[in-house]
């Protein structure tokens, strides 16, 4: 193998050492970056299409050029500027093997202006690049961190902030409203995103993320830093208000007054940070309801009705906390929305009482009309908590005749009364559905209840074509999503189309099966527990229901009515 033919530049190691020391980078990576600029000027002299490698020793900076030809087995070869076939390569160098390189000396390249001018481009741009990767490796696992920095200079109104070797961007919707900075001005601020881009590292910073506000707490509060004290949420409408909510994991420790410091001297120290913005220190419960009572501080409430799968709360204060609950424009119960994430519906004592009256009057008035009882009998079943005529249907017979007054004889006749409805309403649904025109083909694709095929023939979907027509979205709209949800409307309309004829043959059972698993209870609930009600025993069920329709002495009629004979109508509150 011939040797590469090198030459001493001992000046271009002064000038990696200088490069790296200014840059703050290896010596190694300037070197690489001088070596690439070097192989693109021998590829611009011998041939673009050449594979020309330079190499800078590390000691005595000798540079060397060669070129490099791979040997491949293939002849005639693909590329004939950079691989040579074994035959003519084992000519050359006896012994060789398919995969080495023969190895070309190539003679010093005399850097001319522009090779020169192209050379130190090539080494600015491959130091750049080298600068910042590792910028972003520093501050990639930086997010989360307060940092302070300089304001270099402001680009529409967002801040280019200096961060020693690094830039970073505060964007003027970040910034606490009505503060300003000038050039040269320190800021503090919340790193909360770093990406690597084309243009460079882009590291974004932020004095209004909640996770802002936690920090400076964690800087001044020694409990926080140290984990006795743990921020479990943080809600902030920047520059105006906040809540924050910590718990203490040492029970001899208060947290909310290890934040607020002595004579406020902690919290002060944050809100003057935040140009004022006031804060509201609470204490952290795992019981819900009670987080979110602490939460709408300092408005008392006196009821608070969860629910959890909705991420919905009812809470309930007096007349004369109704605007301090709410707070101005609103901030207090959006922050404490915030912070306990449930949507948060505030109601005063005489709006509850009124609703509760109302609602109980209306469910009242079902039973009274769809049951065939008095005012008695329908106001123990709303204070046990029955909504509907289903909910009768669906409760067994040993529930139902535990409610006070009740026995099994006059369970018997309410859940045959209730059948005998729900069939009277079936009948009445499938007479409409009939006079709108609906096609039973249109019942039987979809499993649809009588009530649904009434929608549907009202909107105009009558045959198999009208609701093929239908997308999955639309299908929902019509029924409500609480009848039905998208994935089933699809797999409706699939079979729709399947039997209208769009398709061939295609197999559609698991689409059928998944539309017909997807409806509610309504319309259905006729069929079941319609065996056993009906047949002996009725004349005395009768009986039994009159005579307790006639013991007023068991709950007074005026308190049903009122709500207030047996608590609250509500559905949890049934047994």
Same mark, same amino acid.
């Given at each position: 193998m011939a040797m590469d033919v090198a030459i001493a530049r001992p000046e271009l190691l002064l000038v990696a050492d200088a490069v790296a020391r200014e840059k703050m980078i290896e010596r190694d990576e300037v070197l690489e970056a001088?070596?690439? =600029?070097? @192989?693109?000027?021998? /590829?611009?002299?011998?041939?673009?299409?050449?594979? +020309?490698?330079?190499?800078?020793?590390?000691?005595s900076g000798e540079?060397?050029?060669?070129?490099?030809?791979?040997?491949?087995?293939?002849?005639?070869?693909?590329?004939? =500027?950079? @691989?040579?076939?074994? /035959?003519?390569?084992?000519?050359?160098?006896?012994? +060789?093997?398919?995969?080495e390189f023969i190895i070309d000396p190539l003679p010093p390249i005399d850097f001319g202006r522009i090779a020169a001018?192209?050379?130190?481009?090539v080494i600015v741009q491959r130091v750049r690049e080298v600068e910042r990767n590792k910028q972003y490796l520093e501050y990639k696992d930086r997010v989360g961190e307060v940092i302070n920095g300089v304001v270099k200079r402001t680009e529409y109104g967002n801040l280019m902030v200096e961060l020693g070797k690094a830039e970073a961007l505060l964007r003027r919707d970040e910034t606490i409203p009505r503060e300003a900075f000038r050039n040269g001005d320190r800021v503090r601020a919340y790193i909360y995103d770093v990406r690597e881009e084309p243009r460079g590292p882009q590291i974004f910073l932020s004095r209004t993320h909640p996770g802002f506000l936690a920090k400076l707490f964690a800087q001044e509060v020694p409990e926080i830093y140290d984990g006795i004290i743990e921020i479990k949420a943080v809600a902030r409408d920047p520059g105006s208000r906040a809540k924050m909510a910590v718990i203490s994991r040492d029970s001899s420790i208060d947290p909310v007054g290890a934040c607020v410091?002595?004579?406020?001297?902690?919290?002060?120290?944050?809100v003057q940070e935040l140009q004022g913005e006031k804060i509201d220190i609470i204490p952290w419960s795992p019981d819900q309801a009670t987080f979110i009572v602490n939460a709408l501080a300092?408005?008392?409430?006196?009821?608070?009705?969860?629910?959890?799968d909705a991420r919905r709360v009812e809470v309930v204060v007096p007349d004369d906390q109704l605007s301090l609950a709410i707070g101005r424009r609103g901030q207090n119960v959006r922050l404490a929305s915030q912070l306990t994430r449930y949507d948060v519906d505030i109601l005063t004592e005489a709006e509850e009482s009124e609703r509760r009256q109302e609602d109980f009057r209306k469910r009242s008035g079902l039973f009274v009309e769809g049951l065939d009882v008095d005012d008695v009998i329908a106001g123990l079943l709303v204070t046990e908590g029955f909504g509907s005529i289903e909910?009768?249907?669906?409760?067994?017979?040993?529930?139902?005749?535990?409610?006070?007054?009740?026995?099994?004889?006059?369970?018997?006749?309410?859940?045959?009364?209730?059948?005998?409805?729900?069939?009277?309403?079936?009948?009445?649904?499938?007479?409409?559905?009939?006079?709108?025109?609906?096609?039973?083909?249109?019942?039987?694709v979809g499993g649809f209840s009588p009530a649904m095929l009434v929608a549907l023939g009202e909107k105009g979907v009558k045959s198999l074509e009208d609701l093929a027509d239908l997308a999955g979205d639309e299908l929902v709209e019509i029924l409500g999503s609480d009848a039905v949800d998208e994935d089933t409307a699809n797999a409706v309309i699939l079979a729709a189309r399947q039997s209208a004829g769009w398709f061939g043959d295609e197999d559609v059972v698991g689409a059928l099966a998944a539309a017909q698993d997807g409806y509610d209870e309504d319309g259905e609930a006729a069929a079941d527990d319609a065996e056993g009600t009906e047949g002996e025993g009725d004349e005395d069920a009768a009986e039994s229901l009159g005579e307790a329709e006639g013991e007023s002495g068991e709950v007074e009629s005026g308190e049903a009515e009122s709500g207030e004979a047996g608590g609250e109508p509500d559905d949890a509150a049934r047994t």
């Open positions: 001088m070596e690439q =600029a070097i @192989q693109k000027a021998g /590829r611009a002299k011998y041939g673009h299409e050449k594979d +020309i490698r330079a190499v800078i020793d590390r000691k540079v060397k050029l060669s070129r490099w030809t791979e040997v491949v087995d293939a002849e005639p070869v693909e590329n004939e =500027a950079t @691989q040579l076939s074994l /035959r003519i390569a084992q000519k050359i160098k006896p012994g +060789i093997k398919t995969g001018q192209t050379a130190k481009q410091g002595m004579r406020g001297s902690r919290v002060q120290a944050v300092p408005a008392e409430v006196t009821k608070v009705v969860l629910d959890d909910d009768i249907i669906n409760v067994d017979d040993e529930e139902l005749a535990e409610i006070e007054g009740f026995d099994e004889n006059v369970a018997t006749e309410l859940k045959r009364r209730a059948q005998a409805f729900l069939d009277k309403r079936e009948g009445e649904m499938d007479d409409k559905r009939r006079e709108l025109g609906v096609e039973d083909a249109v019942a039987e």
